[in-house]
């Protein structure tokens, strides 16, 4: 069974950069796995931020950013609000067994 | 603007088929390269995605559960139904849908995203 990951959770200070990632079980993550990354906040619906590797929405903040990092996917923050604090998680999608698998998720922290 | 609302049973017994329903606004389910999809997410563990309808009514299943699930949509009334059969204590979980856009050209593989969500609905099973 495929298994997607990411970091349990992390910390940031307000107006720093943090970087999550997203790996894979089954090997390096390149741009056919179609990398996407949401937001949630609790007791709020998941917003979508960034697809298909490093796309954002009209509605994502330019700090947000997306791309390939070491084999991973990554989710960049640049300049951290302390309303970025939230859970992030990742999407990937495999295309031999034509499935969606999503990571455990980030719980990020801003202090 | 869009928005997505899942509704249905709050509890299941064990054994029971889970019907749940989408009902949306805000889009068409017959505009081409539109759908929606359903994911979960049971306590302490990784969302899951389920099941995914298009505009075209071509239906993709999650491989490990498509024995179970059946998707269907109803355009005229804005609504997507998941059934999911053969419930168990393992299928606790809080269900959402949400809106896929994919040029109708990729739709066949994974480029698209999902871009709006619903609330979710949380259904114990438990007898």
């Known amino acids: 069974q495929t298994v997607v990951t990411q970091e349990p959770s992390l910390t940031v200070s307000p107006g720093g950069t943090v970087t999550l990632t997203c790996s894979s079980s089954t090997g390096a993550v390149t741009s056919a796995y179609y990398p996407n990354w949401f937001q949630q906040k609790p007791g709020q619906a998941p917003r979508s931020l960034i697809y298909?590797?490093?796309n954002k929405h009209s509605w994502t903040p330019a700090r947000f950013s997306g791309s390939l990092l070491g084999g991973k996917a990554a989710l960049t923050l640049s300049g951290v609000q302390p309303e970025d604090e939230a859970e992030y998680f990742c999407?990937?999608?495999?295309?031999?067994?034509?499935?969606?698998?999503f990571g455990g998720g980030t719980r990020l922290t801003v202090l | 603007q869009i928005t997505l609302k899942e509704s249905g049973p709050t509890l299941v017994k064990p054994t029971q088929t889970l019907t749940l329903t989408c009902t949306f606004s805000?889009?068409?389910?017959?505009?081409?390269?539109?759908?929606v999809g359903w994911i979960r997410q049971s306590p302490g563990k990784a969302r899951e995605w389920l099941a995914l309808i298009y505009w075209n009514d071509d239906k993709r299943y999650s491989p490990s559960l498509k024995s179970r699930l059946t998707i269907t949509k109803d355009t005229s009334k804005n609504q997507v139904v998941l059934t999911m059969t053969n419930m168990g204590p393992v299928d606790t979980a809080t269900f959402y849908c949400?809106?896929?856009?994919?040029?109708?050209?990729?739709?066949?593989?994974?480029?698209?995203?999902?871009?709006?969500w619903g609330q979710g609905t949380l259904v114990t099973v438990s007898s």
């Open positions: 949400a809106h896929r856009y994919c040029s109708s050209s990729t739709c066949s593989v994974g480029s698209g995203y999902f871009d709006y």
């Open positions: 805000g889009f068409s389910l017959s505009t081409s390269g539109v759908g």
């Open positions: 298909s590797t490093s």
């Open positions: 999407l990937l999608y495999f295309g031999d067994t034509q499935d969606w698998v």
